[in-house]
């Protein structure tokens, strides 16, 4: 596709519940972005894939935060056990490689209830 | 002290003004540089990205980046109500990091 997709756009979930989201990336882009972005806030790193290597995972809030890529395009975010705390935007970006710029999905806006 | 720091704001401009929009980082091995435009409700998007010293010039847009100082700037000129939206910084590292960005307003 043209750009980065998301989904879904939305999704809520009771507490406790597990949730995966989806990115598909611009074709061809090796790098791959999660970011949380609450209100009023910057987008915060979570984790980053080159290819279907996932380089750093240090953004990732505690360990019910996984994220995948296994064949090097689509990667998943899942959250397993969700909190209210994960209430949040979460963002995708994709980028041809190191130091390019980033280009961003639409986002998932994931709401616990 | 954060990686990347900007003044929230909000910062409001007269119709056909110049806004200017700053940002400093703490990392002195920070590759490129980045400022994107975030519209309520939207994600992200990329405005500019600047690589090397001085200025960089696209439109209506200039970065301005002074590794010495630390320091990246976007110029507005000829402000438009459109451009009402919040401005991050970002800045790549070792990793990529945002500023919590800057509010626009843009007065007819």
């Known amino acids: 596709g043209a750009g980065v997709s998301q989904s879904p756009r939305y999704k809520v979930a009771k507490r406790g519940q597990d949730v995966a989201l989806r990115c598909d990336p611009i074709s061809g882009h090796v790098s791959l972005f999660w970011y949380q972005q609450a209100l009023g806030q910057g987008p915060e790193f979570l984790t980053y894939f080159q290819n279907e290597a996932q380089l750093d995972k240090s953004g990732l809030p505690s360990d019910r935060f996984f994220a995948e890529r296994p064949e090097g395009s689509v990667s998943t975010l899942k959250i397993q056990r969700t909190q209210q705390e994960d209430s949040a935007v979460y963002l995708c970006?994709?980028?041809?490689?190191?130091?390019?710029?980033?280009?961003f999905g639409d986002g998932t806006r994931l709401s616990i209830l | 002290q954060k990686e990347v720091e900007q003044n929230s704001g909000p910062l409001s401009v007269p119709e056909g003004a110049i806004a200017s929009l700053n940002c400093t980082y703490s990392d002195r091995g920070s590759q490129s540089f980045f400022w994107y435009r975030q519209y309520s409700g939207k994600s992200p998007e990329l405005i500019m990205f600047i690589y090397s010293n001085g200025d960089k010039e696209d439109g209506r847009f200039t970065a301005q980046l002074n590794k010495a100082s630390q320091y990246v700037s976007l110029l507005i000129r000829d402000s438009q109500p459109s451009d009402s939206a919040t401005y991050l910084c970002?800045?790549?590292?070792?990793?990529?990091?945002f500023g919590t960005g800057t509010s626009l307003t843009v007065i007819p």
């Open positions: 970006a994709s980028s041809p490689g190191d130091y390019q710029p980033q280009h």
């Open positions: 970002a800045v790549n590292t070792e990793k990529f990091y």
